[in-house]
Each structure stands twice: as C-alpha cells, then as structure tokens.
C-alpha cells in the first residue's frame, strides 16, 4: 500500500488509515480486537481513536492492540472531548444487551442511540487549557500504553476556544519532549478553515471530511487527514442512483462502471477521496474483515483510478448544476 510521510512526526504511514471509532461501542473487546487485527492484517498501519470513541474505552482496546503491534504502527489521538463520566453504567448496559442484539439485530441502531445520547449528556464542555491538556494526554499514554503519540488533534476546536496561550506552549514542549510526534485540529471543514485562517500556529495537521460531493481542497501548508469518504454519503448517493435507472445508465456509461453496484460505487468514493487528496491520509471505519480487506484492495487499484477520477468530476459537474439551479 503506498504510504506517506506522516506531517512533521519523522515517521511514515500508510495512506488508508482504520478509524476506530466503532471500538467497543456495539461490539465487544475481543470483536474489537479482531478489527484491529484484521485492519492490520490487511496492509494499514495508522489507526485514528479519540478519549471518548466506544464510550470511553476504546483507547484502552487500542492499547492493548499496539502492545503487539507499535513498532510498525501510527497513532492519532485527540483532546478537548472527554468520555463519559458513566462508563460503568455503559459498559454494563453493553453487556446485557450484546446477546439480545445479536438475536435482534435490527435493535441495535436505535439503541445506540440511546446510548449515544447518555454518554453525551455526561459529557463536560471541552475546556482547551494547558491544564487539562495536560492531564487529557497523560491519560491518553497511559491507556495506550505508549510514550509518544504520533499525533494529537484538538477535537472539535473553535477559534473562541483557543484563548489559553499556555496550551500552545504546552504543545509545542511536548512536541520537543517527544511525548507527541505533531499536534493540529480536527474539526468540521468550515471551522477548521477559519481556526488554519485566524490559529494557523495550532494546525500544523488538520482533520475533517471529505466525499465526492465536496470540492478540492485548496492548497495549504497543513497535513491533511480526512474522515466520512462513505457513511451517510455513501447511502444518500447510492439511494439516488439506485431511484432512477436513467442516471445509473447514463453516469455508468460516462465512468466506465456500473454504478448501480453498491460495492463498486462504495469503491469509486474511497478511491477518488485518495486520489483528490495525494498528500494526505484517507480514513475509514468498518466492523467487517471483508470490507476492511476490499478498502484496501481499492486504494492499491491503480487500474481504478481513471473511473474514480471520472466519477469525482461528474459529481461535481451534478452538484454545481443543482446549486445553480436551486
């Protein structure tokens, strides 16, 4: 798989990085294992997890990954929101629940989302001091029992928040302790924008999303990591070509695929965000080995490029008539 260097950490990685944020949230600890190992397996070496990611416990499952795993591995993790105060609580209600899911499968998104709502609501405000920084990244090495994070993001950061002038010190004085390989934010696309316009010393790596439906990203001195190439882009662009037989005939015959194939489609979008982003890390999530394996089979296609790049422009070309026209 072709890798990259990896901001200013001195360290390479691959292009197609595993997010982790579906660690222990419906599935176990030994379930969550098997990703990592199956992503591992397949090719990847840089893996995306955050303090609160499955309920505040899916940095401790990473952990316990990259004690088999750290010499050849790349880490991000993040600071700013914590994991829920009522981990207990989570994890016993997991517990229960885990055998029903399975027999019910269909329980499972709406019981996320309760789920999802309780760790929220015991979530704090982020507080983005070099005080709490400071203890968030003591807690994060401690659950990933490492002594250096690759590279740690302010996680869901304003302009408003960075006030504390203390905290770009602190980060800066890791950085020369080597307990952090670089430091940036990561955030949505029009915050991380105006922090790279207004904080640009805090965003030496940025983070936020990009499909095929956003336009390229123009050129800047950050590195760049993106998320939510598939998700719910995936299924909104998939429902409308799925809807109407005519626009799957005439795109498929324009892209030289048939994009009616919901698994050759999902590798157009994977493909096209590695290749409108060159210089820049790819994630994605996924609980199956199967399509953990299929992603990277598609970002080492060279063959696919051409389809991909075909099918960006076309996207693009369709969103820009709709924008004019509504």
Not at 61 to 82: H, M, P, Q, S
Not at 174 to 185: D, N, Q, R
Not at 294 to 299: F, G, L, S, Y
């Amino acid at each position: 798989m072709d890798t990259i260097e990896l901001g200013t950490t001195g360290r390479r990685t691959t292009r197609l990085g595993f997010g982790c944020s579906s660690l222990m949230g419906a599935t176990g600890r030994r379930e969550s294992l098997a990703m990592l190992d199956a992503a591992y397996d397949a090719g990847i070496r840089h893996f995306d997890i955050a303090p609160m990611y499955g309920f505040g416990q899916a940095e401790s499952c990473l952990g316990e990954f990259l004690a088999r795993r750290r010499a050849d591995v790349t880490v991000t993790t993040k600071f700013g929101i914590a994991p829920p105060k009522r981990q207990g609580v989570l994890s016993m209600a997991r517990s229960v629940a885990r055998p029903v899911l399975r027999m019910m499968p269909g329980l499972k998104k709406s019981m996320l989302k309760v789920a999802s709502k309780t760790a929220a609501t015991s979530a704090e405000r982020p507080r983005f001091t070099a005080e709490e920084a400071r203890a968030s990244l003591g807690r994060s090495l401690h659950e990933l029992k490492v002594e250096r994070i690759d590279v740690w993001l302010l996680h869901e950061a304003t302009v408003e928040d960075l006030i504390d002038d203390g905290l770009l010190r602190l980060l800066e004085n890791e950085v020369a302790a080597g307990k952090i390989g670089t430091f940036g934010v990561g955030s949505e696309r029009a915050r991380s924008e105006a922090l790279m316009s207004e904080r640009p010393e805090y965003c030496r790596v940025v983070q936020f999303e990009w499909s095929v439906k956003d336009a390229p990203v123009r050129n800047m001195s950050s590195f760049r990591m993106h998320h939510r190439a598939l998700t719910e882009n995936f299924r909104a662009l998939h429902s409308a070509i799925a809807s109407d037989r005519g626009r799957a005939a005439q795109w498929s015959n324009e892209v030289g695929a048939d994009l009616s194939d919901s698994g050759v489609l999902a590798a157009l979008m994977l493909k096209a965000a590695l290749e409108q982003n060159a210089n820049s890390v790819i994630l994605f999530s996924s609980k199956s080995p199967a399509h953990i394996q299929k992603n990277v089979r598609t970002a080492e296609d060279n063959v696919l490029a051409e389809s991909a790049r075909r099918f960006y422009a076309l996207v693009q070309r369709e969103y820009a008539a709709m924008a004019v026209a509504g």
